[in-house]
């Protein structure tokens, strides 16, 4: 067992050989103007200073050989995938499916449904398309990590309190230790980052834990 002896908030436990990361929705879409964050009216440039820390997590979790999942939120090209209410509500200024320009707004195989680069996946790490904002919605995520053998989960990326917080407590739900890394995600709204990251780890952790990226590479080279 490796142990983060300062997550929060207390120390969490983790068989190295049954814990992998998921990092979500690091896209084009989210994280560059022209994008469907932008197109909500989001300030898209608070997103990109975690990039440096999702490289190091994802080096971190590289060489302790962690299977890595990167997550993608988009539809179909035809949007039959896309729910009409997630679709039309709102008043954005382009919708999911118009044309934009990294290509069509949330469309899988456009450029901006894209990881960004400097975060992409590598060759045998898995990308996961899923339609919702929970990972586990409406995709094969929990045979992936059953198959796996994973019982504990890493969770970085954005935003926190949209896909990444749903995402925790799907996991949650179906029996997963879940540790949130603190300096690898990040949201729109700086007060819905840190209230995330509050209420995560509230109560006992009702939810799960949180830890830096420093505190995960330590537990794990000790
Ligand atoms: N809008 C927002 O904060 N997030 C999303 O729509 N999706 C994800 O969080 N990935």
């Known amino acids: 067992m490796a142990v983060i002896a300062d997550a929060l908030p207390f120390a969490y436990e983790f068989p190295v050989a049954k814990t992998a990361l998921i990092v979500i929705d690091m896209q084009r879409d989210f994280l560059e103007p022209g994008g469907f964050g932008e197109t909500l009216g989001n300030d898209v440039g608070r997103l990109a200073r975690i990039i440096p820390g999702v490289v190091s997590l994802l080096r971190v979790a590289r060489a302790a050989g962690m299977p890595i999942i990167h997550t993608r939120e988009n539809h179909a090209p035809d949007l039959s995938d896309c729910p009409p209410a997630k679709r ?56 992936i990590l059953q198959s796996l053998g994973i019982t504990h989960l890493l969770f970085a990326g954005v935003t926190t309190e949209v896909c990444v917080q749903t995402t925790i407590r799907e996991a949650n739900d179906r029996g997963y230790e879940c540790l949130l890394i603190e300096d690898a995600t990040e949201s729109y709204f700086a007060s819905f980052k840190s209230a995330t ?24 080279h000790t």
């Open 88 to 143: 039309n509500r709102g008043n954005p200024s382009l919708r999911i499916g118009d044309p934009g320009p990294m290509g069509r707004i949330l469309v899988r195989g456009e450029p901006g449904a894209d990881i960004v680069e400097s975060v992409a996946a590598l060759p045998g790490e898995i990308v996961l398309d899923k339609p919702g904002k929970g990972a586990f919605y409406a995709t094969d995520l929990q045979n």
């Open 197 to 220: 990251l509050d209420m995560i780890r509230a109560q006992g952790g009702i939810v799960g834990w949180t830890a830096t990226i420093d505190a995960l590479s330590r537990a794990l």
